[in-house]
């Protein structure tokens, strides 16, 4: 058993990271004969992007995706630590699947992810759901097949390690769409942000070589993929760790020379974006030009308890350069309730948000994570007041989201037409600007980008129809 440490997770050490290619064993590929898995992901993209290297390394050991637990010989719950509410949720499945396997006792059900990561959470598992069959963790997801082949020979699995190792090249991925597809760029975050999980769950920042992540782009080209995002959790800061020349804006410049149609990139830290990075966006018509800027509070002295390295005015003065990128959207992060958060404090996010009138907004409560500063610091805000907060905030976000939206009104925007929209016959897909837009077409146009005459605007979406 290997199970996580909160104090190792915290270490920073200089180790050179390596790199090693997934590999599978010949005689682990038919271990899921006949074998139904089912899993569900909780969180964010990096988290959807392992979910599909994980369904790729499943169906390398012949098992076979549905989409009905009820109907799974294997339950997989690929978890998100970020927020107390994600955590529950996935307390709230485990529940199911104990009472599932009361019938079926024959399933198999496991966790991974960055709840996995964490020593509270599987101490409790221990403790309270020592029933599952295996934990393993966001470091070590190449290992799944060799802790399957235990875990099947009836040795129930825990293997999470808190300090993170090699970069695993090569993964496969069994991506969900065919037209875009996520690029992981870094793994880990040095940042510490006091509020923040992800250091401790996702380990020290590890960028991938340049020419790993160009000859991956490549290939999707050349499979036809339309869009790349390249995923990291302060991508800005890619490069920083490796021993090479080159940053971030040398990389994007190099991926949008590959002639991939749209190349996005999330998410950025305010700290890390160099004018050189604002120069690459605004010389190639291939980088979308779509920035997602987290601000988390417009308090000073806030930002300061968060440990955010920048200021209401430099973070200002930053988005006013990024507003310069011609036909630019730009969204953001706000967390309310931070411990200490006077109205005041409140106050100079809102203000924040009336200057940069964002394109759209995530907006949170503050959730204490165990193990971060910020669940040591003195919280004396009434969760009313806090949940007052979010909704005053959130009923100006979805003001200037609209307002933004009111500009497409009878424009031409180019959309990727990427799947079936939930409304009627139409089909679903993005602006350049990361707008969603349900367009008037037949299924042929499925994978094309067209341009389309924006005819209805909503808060949240468009509709629209395509023009010759
Ligand atoms: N509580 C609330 N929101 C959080 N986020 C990260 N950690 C927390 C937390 N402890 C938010 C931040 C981040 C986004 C991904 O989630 O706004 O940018
Ligand atoms: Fe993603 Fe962070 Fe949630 Fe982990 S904790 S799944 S990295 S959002």
Redesign the pocket.
């Known amino acids: 058993m290997q199970k996580p440490c909160l104090k190792e997770a915290k270490v920073r050490t200089n180790s050179v990271v390596k790199t090693r290619d997934y590999h599978i064993d010949d005689s682990l590929k038919t271990l899921g004969k006949n074998k139904k898995y089912f899993i569900r992901t909780?969180?964010?993209?990096?988290?959807e992007h392992d979910t599909e290297n994980i369904k790729a390394i499943l169906e390398d050991m012949s098992f076979t995706e549905t989409d009905e637990m009820e109907n799974a010989d294997l339950i997989l719950l690929n978890?998100?630590?970020?927020r107390e509410n994600?955590h529950n949720k996935v307390f709230g499945m485990i529940g199911r699947i104990k009472h599932l396997k009361e019938t079926k006792p024959n399933i198999i059900a496991g966790i991974c992810?960055?709840m996995a990561q964490e020593e509270v959470v599987v101490d409790e598992i221990l403790n309270k759901y020592n029933w599952l069959n295996l934990v393993f963790g966001?470091h070590n997801i190449d290992n799944l097949p060799n802790l399957l082949q235990k875990v099947y020979a009836g040795e129930k699995q825990i293997e999470v390690y808190s300090i993170e190792g090699d970069i695993t090249e090569n993964m496969p991925a069994k991506r969900d769409s065919k037209y875009k597809a996520w690029v992981n760029i870094m793994y880990g975050c040095d940042k510490f942000c006091t509020y923040c999980?992800?250091p401790y769950?996702?380990g020290k920042q590890r960028s991938r070589t340049m020419n790993d992540i160009i000859k991956e782009v490549m290939d999707l080209k050349s499979q036809g993929y339309k869009e790349v995002t390249l995923l990291g959790?302060n991508v800005n800061a890619y490069g920083k760790d490796l021993d090479a020349d080159y940053d971030m804006s040398d990389l994007l410049e190099a991926v949008a020379e590959t002639g991939i149609e749209r190349v996005r990139f999330i998410t950025s830290h305010p700290w890390d974006f160099t004018d050189k990075m604002i120069d690459v966006i605004k010389n190639h018509d291939n980088v979308m030009p779509y920035i997602h800027l987290p601000l988390q509070s417009g308090s000073d002295r806030i930002l300061k308890l968060m440990g955010r390295r920048y200021t209401k005015e430099s973070y200002l003065k930053l988005f006013n350069k990024l507003k310069e990128i011609p036909n630019v959207s730009i969204t953001t992060d706000i967390i309310v309730g931070f411990p200490g958060e006077t109205r005041e404090d409140f106050e100079e996010t809102l203000d924040v948000v009336n200057t940069c009138k964002y394109d759209s907004a995530f907006t949170f409560i503050f959730s204490s994570r165990e193990g971060t500063p910020a669940a040591k610091m003195k919280d004396d805000i009434s969760l009313k007041e806090k949940e007052d907060r979010l909704h005053e905030l959130n009923v100006l976000v979805n003001k200037y989201a609209k307002e933004a939206n009111d500009k497409y009104l009878n424009k031409e925007v180019l959309v990727l037409l990427e799947g079936k929209s939930n409304k009627g016959d139409n089909l679903m897909g993005y602006t350049e600007t990361m707008k969603l837009v349900n367009v008037k077409a037949s299924e042929e146009y499925l994978g094309q980008i067209v341009k389309v005459k924006i005819t209805e605007v909503k808060t949240w979406s468009m509709d629209g129809v395509i023009v010759k």
């Open positions: 909780y969180g964010c993209q990096m988290n978890t998100c630590a970020i994600a992810g960055c966001t999980i992800v769950t996702r959790q």
